[in-house]
């Protein structure tokens, strides 16, 4: 599978795979058999989503100008990430719609309009919240700086507030708690394939949230002057803005997904673990960073890492709130649709 989604990379995933194999020291025939049923079981499903949209989600995109609507957060940004991952073919989730969150504004809410939102106790107040602890000079805590720059998941540039990766790190912290766990080759692999398709359709939910909101940043909206804006001009987020729209919060909606999928394997939220930081993770300042982070259960470790986006100056409290209630929804219907009832696995320490 890996070859075919990075054919570039196909001579070093060879190298890797024969190595990983010799080292099984089975009979000729047997590895024969067994490749011939991997290689297959790979092909069918890579040709099963050869077009499920994933190829063509970048299309163009041109910023609103009323406001509220997304604004470009740098001189050089050009257009969003993957506009139309949302119409993603979704791996185990009913429908988009079926777990999305609510809109904003609109039908079915309290403000008719982007303008009666913009102008509504809750979002003042998520505007000023964010003003007041998300700036690169607030004074936040050496915890609150160690956390914001442990789920960045920056991979070595802090130039860059990267939200592509919350999903590496869940599955990071998903082998470390398998095997802490101690559960068998069949249990890790259920596992990895739960939390994969949890993750997988977290993320085409949260763009397609993204683009159809298509709401600014909260940068964008503390130098705005008028109509929902902060008036002040010369204020910086602690980290620089992800080039996408900002409800719903990505880190929460895939770090929700995975924690919960994680509590209906293990039939509880009562785990214990520890998780690294991206061994090339740099600060707010550009600085290596490494910490270690440990929780008592994984809804404590979602909500951090939703949290860390706040205090990073890059979303709106209501982003992350909405994010991990779909994040939440999405976990519980791909077990539902696509795994049936969950046992506690067998042969834990």
């Not at 194999?21 to 490749?35: A, C, D, E, H, V």
């Not at 805590?141 to 920056?154: I, K, M, P, R, S």
């Not at 990073?312 to 999405?330: M, R, S, W, Y």
Request: proline share 8%.
């Amino acid at each position: 599978m890996l070859k075919s989604l990075f054919p570039a990379q196909k001579s070093s995933l060879q190298l890797q795979q024969d190595c990983a194999i010799n080292n099984l020291g089975l009979s000729r025939f047997t590895l024969t058999i067994s490749q011939k049923l991997g290689t297959s079981i790979a092909t069918n499903f890579f040709n099963a989503r050869a077009n499920d949209g994933s190829a063509t989600a970048q299309t163009p995109y041109t910023p609103g100008h009323r406001p509220g609507n997304y604004q470009f957060t740098n001189l050089t940004q050009i257009t969003v990430v993957q506009p139309s991952w949302g119409d993603v073919t979704p791996f185990a989730i009913t429908s988009v719609a079926s777990v999305a969150p609510p809109p904003l504004w609109g039908p079915g809410t309290p403000y008719p309009t982007e303008a009666a939102y913009l102008a509504s106790p809750q979002y003042l107040s998520d505007l000023d919240f964010v003003k007041r602890n998300g700036c690169n000079d607030c004074g936040q805590t050496q915890d609150e700086l160690d956390l914001a720059a442990f789920w960045a998941d920056t991979n070595g540039n802090a130039n860059f507030g990267s939200t592509g990766t919350p999903p590496g790190h869940w599955v990071d912290i998903m082998d470390t708690v398998a095997t802490n766990a101690g559960l068998s080759l069949l249990q890790t692999a259920r596992l990895g394939a739960m939390v994969g398709a949890a993750l997988a359709d977290a993320g085409i939910v949260a763009w397609w949230v993204k683009n159809d909101s298509d709401f600014w940043r909260p940068d964008t909206a503390i130098h705005f002057t008028g109509l929902g804006g902060g008036g002040d001009p010369t204020w910086e987020p602690l980290w620089p803005d992800p080039p996408f729209q900002s409800y719903i919060s990505g880190h929460s909606t895939f770090s929700m997904a995975a924690a919960t999928m994680l509590m209906n394997f293990f039939g509880s939220d009562d785990v214990s673990f520890c998780a690294n930081a991206d061994p090339n993770a740099h600060d707010a300042d550009d600085n290596p960073f490494a910490e270690t982070r440990c929780f008592t259960n994984f809804p404590d470790a979602a909500l951090e890492a939703g949290d860390s986006r706040i205090l990073g100056g890059i979303h709106f409290p209501l982003d992350n709130v909405q994010g991990a209630a779909t994040g939440e929804k999405i976990a519980r219907q791909v077990t539902s649709n696509a795994f049936g009832s969950v046992p506690k696995p067998l042969g834990r320490r």
